[in-house]
């Protein structure tokens, strides 16, 4: 008798023991969501049924898009996707930049729907109600903050009168990282792109002056969005209010500036306008197209 009861409080003990190591887990875990929200594509998380929506939401856009197609978009392939985020930065005046703001929050919307329900696939049979480091998502929101536009820039290099190289520019951020007065809490990350630099031709003007030098930046472009939900564990427990800026939808896109240098005075053309900014020196104007390069292209 006294051995049976050694055994059941030796049990008891142990069971206590797992479900504090549990709890202890569950708190101290990283974020496994976010972790699963980034390491896919945004489309990757859209149904057949979030596409008629924004079909029937962004008719002209999505007319623009398809032209040539003689069947409805159904899917939203890795190339059409590129061709939006290409059409919210060079047809900004359309509704581009907003569907790629709603591509962002459906895709958020529905990975944790989707991580839900494979968490609860994975719970275990036993003592325990659930696996100890399940986790469910709650309370989920997310608004845009800086709809998709052009973030910061980075300096690639510049090429003189009948030059030209094919370069690949990468351009980051980190968390802390500031855009428009919103300070990102999301992970470090960084996205590159090839392009080719070409001097300017003999003629080519910036404004009066005649163009001595082009200079490649590699610009970021992507929504900034305030998400937030919370963290529970498989049996219920709360766990953890996660709240934070992101990127939403980032890629990077090469642009090439015509610059005219008389002395220390610099001027330089739009990316893609004919208007012109001078600056007392050539770091002047290179810092100003870092810091807001959708006021230059």
């Not at 590129?82 to 930049?97: K, M, R, T, V």
């Not at 219920?236 to 005219?260: D, K, N, V, W, Y």
Request: glycine share 6%; hydrophobic share 35%.
């Amino acid at each position: 008798m006294k051995r049976s009861i050694c055994l059941f409080i030796a049990l008891c003990i142990v069971f206590v023991t797992t479900c504090t190591m549990v709890t202890c887990s569950a708190n101290n875990s990283a974020d496994p969501f976010w972790d699963y929200f980034n390491s896919q594509s945004a489309i990757s998380f859209l149904s057949e049924n979030d596409v008629l929506v924004l079909r029937t939401k962004y008719p002209v856009e999505f007319t623009y898009i398809t032209v040539g197609n003689t069947s409805p978009i159904t899917t939203i392939t890795e190339d059409l996707y590129q061709q939006i985020s290409l059409a919210a930065i060079e047809l900004p005046d359309l509704q581009f930049p907003a569907l790629m703001d709603d591509i962002f929050a459906m895709a958020f919307d529905n990975a944790a729907e989707i991580f839900n329900r494979e968490q609860r696939a994975q719970t275990s049979s036993g003592l325990l109600r659930g696996r100890p480091d399940q986790v469910e998502i709650r309370n989920r929101e997310v608004e845009t903050l800086v709809s998709y536009s052009a973030l910061k820039a980075e300096m690639d290099m510049e090429a003189t009168t009948g030059t030209s190289t094919t370069r690949e520019v990468e351009v980051g951020y980190e968390t802390g990282d500031t855009f428009f007065g919103y300070s990102i809490g999301s992970v470090s990350a960084s996205y590159s792109t090839s392009y080719t630099l070409y001097g300017p031709e003999n003629g080519d003007m910036v404004g009066t002056r005649y163009a001595t030098h082009r200079v490649g930046f590699g610009v970021l472009y992507g929504s900034i969005q305030h998400v937030s939900y919370d963290l529970y564990s498989g049996s219920g427990q709360f766990i953890t209010h996660q709240e934070m800026i992101a990127i939403g939808t980032p890629r990077t896109l090469a642009h090439t500036f015509l610059f005219s240098i008389t002395g220390t005075t610099c001027y330089f053309r739009h990316a893609t306008t004919d208007e012109v900014e001078d600056f007392d020196t050539y770091p002047d104007a290179v810092d100003a197209i870092c810091d807001t390069p959708a006021n230059y292209i």
